[in-house]
């Protein structure tokens, strides 16, 4: 595979999907070919099931289990689908989350077995990693009262509890810690534009590697 696979992550609200737009125009100003995709719903099959995933349903919740394995789904697809042909064909992969987002949010918010969902992310991935990511740290309050300026409706994820999403930011801090050289931490509480310059800066001293 000649491509790379970019990966964005952070907890809600910390700015993935702008850095990413503005991330995608800057990277084909330089005449590299770029894609952008996200997970859940990547794929037609993927859009399904995010939408089982992140619907609000008040009398059947969703149990944990359940919720780790439609993850798991949609990212086999995804990577069978949209990641492996987009690499081949030598593609720069712009993806809104992966499989640290499932350590984060499974393990460390919902607590299940850590090394049963590393059994999962290599199952679903056949060990496909990023070759970077771009971790987005903001403060979880910052990053819900963004989504809630929004106006668009909490999800059901969203709509957890604090104390859920400062495990999922915790969850991030370990794994910033754990993989120094994939993953790079970028302060998400500075304005779009400074983020979006560091975002540069760490790509700009990767590209010439990469190509
Ligand atoms: N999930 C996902 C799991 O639990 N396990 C998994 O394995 C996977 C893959 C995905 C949900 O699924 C969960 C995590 C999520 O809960 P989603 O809709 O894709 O759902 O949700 P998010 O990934 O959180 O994406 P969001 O769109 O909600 O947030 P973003 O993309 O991080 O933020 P963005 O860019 O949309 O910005 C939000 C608001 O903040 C403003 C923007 O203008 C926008 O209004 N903003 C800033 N404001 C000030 N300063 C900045 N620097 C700003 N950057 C953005």
Avoid at 23 to 36: A, T
Avoid at 41 to 63: I, M, N, Q, W, Y
Avoid at 122 to 151: F, N
């Amino acid at each position: 595979m000649s491509g790379k696979l970019i990966v964005f992550e952070g907890v809600e609200g910390c700015g993935k999907t702008t850095q990413m737009q503005v991330c995608c125009q800057w990277l084909k100003s330089l005449g590299i070919s770029v894609v952008v995709t996200r997970e859940p719903g990547g794929t037609e099959l993927g859009l399904h099931l995010r939408r089982l995933l992140l619907e609000k349903s008040e009398d059947k919740p969703v149990a944990d289990v359940t919720e780790l394995l439609l993850y798991a789904a949609d990212r086999a697809q995804h990577v069978e689908q949209e990641l492996k042909p987009n690499l081949a064909a030598g593609k720069y992969i712009l993806c809104d989350r992966y499989t640290d987002s499932t350590i984060a949010y499974q393990g460390y918010g919902r607590g299940l077995n850590m090394s049963l969902i590393e059994q999962l992310n290599y199952i679903a991935t056949a060990g496909l990693t990023s070759d970077l990511t771009i971790w987005l740290d903001v403060d979880v309050e910052v990053g819900l009262s963004r989504k809630q300026g929004d106006k668009i409706g909490l999800d059901r994820i969203e709509q957890e509890t604090i104390a859920f999403h400062r495990r999922v930011q915790q969850g991030y801090n370990q794994l910033a810690a754990a993989h120094p050289s994939r993953i790079m931490r970028v302060d998400g509480s500075l304005s779009k534009e400074t983020v979006h310059n560091v975002i540069k800066e760490i790509l700009g001293d990767r590209l010439p590697i990469w190509s």
